[in-house]
């Protein structure tokens, strides 16, 4: 079913696992470490960080091991944790002791440069590997942080806790910007879809996937046999998840389907990485099996190539990853015409050759369970294919109708185009108003008059042919508008293919008007949509698309003219119009300045943050991320007074008062204080609490504040 390239074998449970272009490295609960060349698999280093501390749980999850090759291990002894580097061995970088109580779980964004500390006192710190020092602190949860996942691009974080809530936090505005109720603990979670949604798996067994923009459920899928514990997107369509149990589980996250279980000989698995095609699946025995998941991809390309779709299945067989190719879409072209074909075999009781032609299909579950329907349904596709035989059409019409599934095969669309063609010729011996042809049209007519989904269209033919002539005239003059009109007071003439062939060219000229809008080609898009409003059934659609392209022209105008409120007051009005090009260049120089206001920040110089960041101040858009490097500012100029031992001139009360009217009396704050042991004049009830404070409030140069 797949291929195991190497079996690595270490001691402990494999907590943390991180796979570079030239290295594995792998870290255990037993603070063991240890360090693989990734080409020969051989060990280049094998150490022990330390003797004197207990062996962590075997599913902990506060040892992250980061892109640039940085070690984040915590102790059960102590509340410091370390931050490490891998050079030719280990070497302490930092100590940090953030939360009040254990830390529970970390993670490193995919930049390398940002750690995530989540504790069991509820409190989640970002450590800034630059800066080494906290730069952001999430509201304290009111239970342990269980999880935290970065997305790809390291724009967006998922923080879930305890209690069975996710937020979901923006890198970019430093905000939250969603809220996810889960149905239980989550134990894990990956951003798919441009971050659009989130999959999680959870304590309960289930697999999910949250719509973040909606906040809600947009599809439950299924249960797992046992607890789930790790997973991991391989592309676009799918993801792995991997449980306590010895089973791996491949999942078409698109349609939330599994495609198939995979039976372990080991059991307890605890992280999967993917990376240069092969899969790592680390246990808590300390295994690592390493899994060419493109193991034979050239013999299934070229199999595919020719259409050989027998040793293309066969090439599955062996190695089930295949089956999340794209290059699988093959399959799904050729699949209408073989079960077309399988159900004829049927039909004709040769089902040991039907099943031949499908077999290799039946990697997909779903393609399976389509032909087993069928066997099931044997004796209705027998009667449907006498009448087709015994060219009694109308019988095999009311046949379809009762039994809906016969609509999808081959044979109704070729009973349903001959029956098009004869209400064609019947509309056309109606349109030359001859009795003797008008008698004839509804002598063939009749025969279709008691088929269900015949009976109205036929009725109307017979009974106001002038419509439907009026109706090919529009047409033929291009005058959709007063044929859509004409179908909106008559709708029975939707049952029509010429109104089937009206909706085809309605769609053609929206993608038209799509690629247009794309193209920021706004005059030409508002004249094709102008065009499109002649076609009813395309008008919510067009008038949406009218109110938004006067929106991308209203933007546009604004960035032209380096209007900055207007332009951050339209983006906050509408999120959607965060992802336009001009937009993202034009915040790309807000962000550029924030980096540079970042260097004053961390020397606690506000005065120059102020002259730097002054156009985007008073902007809403970008208050919350300008207020992180303020926050940064007022705590690096607290901290130099705590350093210097000067405390005897500061009014600490007053400072505070101060500090928490921007920012509340927050995590960050307590953990300086903390770090210096203080025991000055101060209660958290000084403030009013209000995280958000500055967003009433003018930033100032300094919040000190001196005893005079």
Partial sequence: MFEVVKSLQVSG??????????KIFTLTNQYLYIVYDKKSLTVLDNKKISNKFENKYAYDKSFAISSKSDFFITTTESLKSHLMKYGESLSNVATIELNKKAVYCSSFNHAGDILAIGGEDGKLFFYSLKDKKTIKSLPTQ?????????????????????????IIYS????????VLQCSEVVEASIFIDNNSKLLTVTRDKKYTIHSIRMGIEAKYSFEFREWPTALIDINEKYSVVGDRGNSLYIINHQKGTILTTIGLDNKGIVSLKIESGRLYVAFVDGEIKIIDINSNLDKFTLNLKLKNFVEASKLIEKNIFLATNELTAEFDKEWIDVLSNAKKLLVAEKRTEAEDIVKPFFFDIEKKDEFIFCLGNLNHFKDFSILIEEK????????????????KTKDFEAIEKYFLKIFQHCKQLFTKNDPQGIESAKKILATYSQVPSKRILVNNLMIRYKIFILAEKFIKERNFKEYCLLVQNNPFLKDEEIYNRVITIGNNTLNHLNIYEQEQNYPKALEVAHYLQDFLS??????????????YEKLLHKIEDKNLHDTYKIIKEDSQLEIFPPFLTLHEEFLELKEEAHQFANAGDATSMLSCLNPYLNIDYTSDAIAQEFKLAYLAQIKSYLANSIQIVINWKETFVLYSSFFGIDNELLSLL???????????????QNPKGYKNKTFVESVIVLNI
């Fill in 171 to 178: 890198c970019d505005k430093a905000s939250e910007i969603a």
């Fill in 674 to 688: 903390d770090s210096y042991k203080f025991d000055g004049d101060f209660t958290e009830e000084q403030s009013s």
């Fill in 392 to 407: 009694n059409y109308p019988e095999a019409f009311k046949l379809a109708d009762k039994y809906e599934f016969l609509k």
């Fill in 538 to 551: 395309f008008k919510n659609i067009i008038d949406k698309k009218i109110e938004s392209i006067a929106k």
């Fill in 13 to 22: 449970s494999v907590l943390a696992l991180k796979i570079s272009p030239e």
């Fill in 142 to 166: 009111s239970d342990f942080i269980s999880n935290i996942t970065f997305s790809k691009d390291d724009k967006l974080v998922a923080v879930s806790s305890f209690n069975k809530k996710t």
